[in-house]
């Protein structure tokens, strides 16, 4: 699906550099209704995780009425600054 707008960005208050996976589940209107730490996820941050699971959370995707929820990911990339 298309997300409607940006992807929100988590708090990138962690000083690991990495990628964290958020397997997230959609229902027709478009409304993560689920998201938690997928595979392929390389930062053990607790706060860096929780960050990208609420940032996860707030996005929206195009609306499918009638279908049945559809389950994704969305990818965090992290560079030290």
Do not use: C, H
């Not at 938690?36 to 707030?58: E, F």
Request: hydrophobic fraction near 35%; charge should be positive; glycine fraction near 10%.
């Amino acid at each position: 699906r298309q997300t409607i707008g940006l992807l929100p960005k988590p708090e990138d208050t962690g000083q690991q550099e990495g990628q964290i996976v958020i397997e997230i589940k959609v229902n027709w209107e478009g409304v993560v209704t689920e998201a938690k730490i997928g595979k392929g996820t390389k930062i053990d941050d607790q706060v860096m995780r929780n960050s990208a699971i609420k940032a996860a959370l707030k996005a929206k995707f195009e609306k499918k009425p009638g279908s049945i929820d559809q389950i994704g990911t969305i990818t965090y990339r992290y560079k030290l600054k």
